[in-house]
């Protein structure tokens, strides 16, 4: 990868989902993620609305799908303000 990078500058748009996929080292545990993207909103973002309206719709439902997401992966993000 370092030598992609050395030569491109970048990482060629080709390949660059995959480096970067690499680099993260990514667990791609679609099993685990179905779970966790299936469950209901979090407690802690029942009242997000409230909080921060946008006027938007759909952006603000998958904010909150992936707040509620991250909050019943780790509840320290349910604690987040």
Do not use: M
Request: glycine share 4%.
């Amino acid at each position: 990868l370092r030598t992609l990078l050395d030569s491109y500058g970048e990482y060629p748009a080709k390949y660059r989902l995959l480096c970067w996929r690499f680099l993260l080292q990514l667990p791609e545990n679609h099993d685990a993620f179905a779970l966790l993207a299936n469950r209901d909103i979090h407690p802690a973002f029942g009242g997000l609305k409230d909080r921060y309206p946008l006027k938007n719709q759909r952006t603000f439902k998958k904010l909150q799908a992936v707040l509620s997401s991250l909050a019943h992966w780790s509840p320290v993000f349910g604690e987040a303000e």
